[in-house]
T-cell receptor, first 114, second 111 residues
């Protein structure tokens, strides 16, 4: 009965590979997000999706592409992985029409690029 | 992105004492603020929020204070417990639903 789940929890891969991280929420929220957390714990928003539309796209390389098959899922696909992509990636969801649109976070995916 | 900074990157307190974690934000248009707690190996977890039309909000053992004049936010934890040890983030929301997080403060509770 996990609210926001991500798979895999750990991902180790070689430079140049393509990988995907999956995210699912069962809270009925209308907006989902991807964040990147670096080694200094800084959390930076990458994308958000609302009703299957991209509404925020920060200055993220186009090697990163969010894919939302439905309102409950927002997957992150990364092409041509680079060393600097190593980080923890968090998925989150919220209901932006609510009076308090707190975001619920998943457990994170630790990506290590070798 | 917008800058959301914290004055103290690390904080150590004795068990039972009160903790105060500070945060500065830069965008005067921010209208909603959240404090999150992140334990090791886990995602951030909501603690308490406050809207810009309020100065203070209290929860269970936690209080958030907002000073819009100096763009300052603080989180007060009463009677700090070992389970409060974590990294604490403030986040500001700019209308349009853009959230920006600070770098975090690591709180260590000494038994």
């Amino acid at each position: 009965d996990t609210a926001v789940s991500q798979t895999p929890k750990y991902l180790v891969t070689q430079m140049g590979n393509d990988k995907s991280i999956k995210c699912e929420q069962n809270l009925g929220h209308d907006t989902m997000y991807w964040y990147k957390q670096d080694s200094k714990k800084f959390l930076k928003i990458m994308f958000s999706y609302n009703n299957k539309e991209l509404i925020i796209n920060e200055t993220v390389p186009n090697r990163f592409s969010p894919k939302s098959p439905d309102k409950a899922h927002l997957n992150l696909h990364i092409n041509s992985l680079e060393l600097g992509d190593s980080a923890v990636y968090f998925c989150a969801s919220s209901h932006i029409s609510a009076s308090h649109n707190e975001q619920f976070f998943g457990p994170g995916t630790r990506l290590t690029v070798l | 992105g917008e800058s959301v900074g914290l004055h103290l990157p690390t904080l150590s307190v004795q068990e039972g004492d009160n903790s105060i974690i500070n945060c500065a934000y830069s965008n005067s248009a921010s209208d909603y603020f959240i404090w999150y707690k992140q334990e090791s190996g886990k995602g951030p977890q909501f603690i308490i929020d406050i809207r810009s039309n309020m100065d203070k909000r209290q929860g269970q053992r936690v209080t958030v204070l907002l000073n819009k004049t100096v763009k300052h936010l603080s989180l007060q934890i009463a009677a700090t417990q070992p389970g409060d040890s974590a990294v604490y983030f403030c986040a500001e929301n700019i209308p349009g639903n853009q959230f920006y997080f600070g770098t975090g403060t690591s709180l260590t509770v000494i038994p």
